[in-house]
């Protein structure tokens, strides 16, 4: 199983990044995909859940509106559009796929099986 999340980088607020996961060795539309995001010196948060089979996604209630979440299920690929960024958005963004049972729209690491190596994204003038 592999996901490899790309697309961060740095940008000025009020900017825009679309981050995307490329995933393998599963069979994505079996499992809702989630987006979580970590600062520097806070907890894992959890950011957007999508259902790749439905399309059916879910968001952190503060992130909504500004955050988008969508899949390309022939390219086992998820992605992340954010727009209006903001300092608050730094963070490394990570993909994940949980474990059999787990709860989507989760903060604990426990509840996911399958991570990516999360991908950076700083907002600053």
């Known amino acids: 199983v592999q996901l490899v999340e790309s697309g961060g980088g740095t940008v000025q607020p009020g900017g825009s990044l679309r981050l995307s996961c490329a995933t393998s060795?599963?069979?994505?539309?079996?499992?809702?995909m989630s987006w979580l995001r970590q600062a520097p010196g806070k907890e894992l948060e959890w950011v957007s859940t999508?259902?790749?089979?439905?399309?059916?996604?879910h968001y952190r209630e503060t992130l909504k509106g500004r955050f988008t979440t969508s899949t390309d299920n022939a390219k086992s690929t998820l992605y992340l559009e954010i727009n209006n960024l903001e300092p608050g958005d730094t963070a490394v963004y990570h993909c994940?796929?949980?474990?059999?049972?787990?709860?989507?729209?989760?903060?604990?690491?426990?509840?996911?099986?399958?991570w990516g190596q999360g991908t950076q994204v700083t907002v600053s003038s």
């Open positions: 060795g599963f069979t994505f539309e079996n499992y809702h």
């Open positions: 994940a796929a949980p474990g059999a049972g787990s709860p989507w729209g989760s903060n604990t690491p426990a509840h996911y099986d399958y």
């Open positions: 999508i259902f790749p089979y439905s399309g059916l996604a």
